[in-house]
């Protein structure tokens, strides 16, 4: 990377600035783009990714109290080549891993397997480029993506059907706002299907 300013400007911008938002966006997405009705697929991956990464966040939380370690950047500053903003955090396990992978375990556990498939590319990538950027070991992703699915785990078997009542007293107020957009939809597929 060195001598290459601008990959590094555009990786550091992806990994400081568009990362988390954007994945952040991809999981609310999926609450608004389940169709309104008795079925809430989508909405109830979304739900059950966030709770996910909640409880995700919570046990990195409480590992990097028992242990400690450095990020590369300290433990190594002639090695690393810091290409995003340093972290005072610990290394381990990597806290944008962890969520990422949460909410993309659980969305593939519950949402299907196509998006399923998309999240997990997206935590892959935002994992990915945490190593890339110099804030993490590749033992710091894997660690999180581990917690991850060890969270969505007990997410998808905990929460089980109670997510569903959930949703759907959620739903009865996003629906109405959501409802116009998929009847416009409709009507456009119907006229090119004609």
Same mark, same amino acid.
């Given at each position: 990377m060195r001598g290459h300013s601008l990959v590094g400007d555009e990786i550091e911008d992806f990994v400081t600035f568009w990362a988390v938002p954007l994945f952040a966006l991809a999981t609310v997405s999926l609450w608004f783009l389940d169709r309104p009705g008795p079925w809430y697929r989508w909405k109830v991956a979304c739900i059950a990714g966030l709770a996910s990464a909640g409880l995700g966040l919570l046990l990195s939380q409480a590992i990097t109290h028992v242990w400690v370690r450095e &990020?590369?950047?300290? *433990?190594h500053p002639t090695q690393t080549l810091l290409l995003a903003p340093p972290s005072s955090e610990p290394s381990?396990? *990597?806290d944008h891993a962890v969520a990422a992978f949460a909410i993309a375990f659980s969305v593939a556990l519950i949402g299907g397997r196509r998006v399923g498939a998309l999240f997990l590319a997206g935590? *892959? @990538?935002v994992a990915i480029t945490r190593v890339l950027v110099g804030l993490h070991y590749p033992g710091d992703?894997?660690?999180?993506?581990l917690i991850g @699915?060890?969270?969505?785990?007990?997410v998808f078997f905990a929460g089980g059907s109670r997510w569903s009542r959930v949703v759907a007293l959620l739903s009865a107020v996003t629906d109405p706002l959501v409802a116009p957009a998929? &009847?416009?939809?409709?009507?456009q597929k119907r006229r090119r299907s004609a």
């Open positions: &990020r590369p950047f300290v *433990s381990f396990p *990597s935590a *892959s @990538l992703i894997a660690g999180g993506a @699915l060890l969270a969505a785990l007990v998929w &009847r416009a939809f409709d009507a």
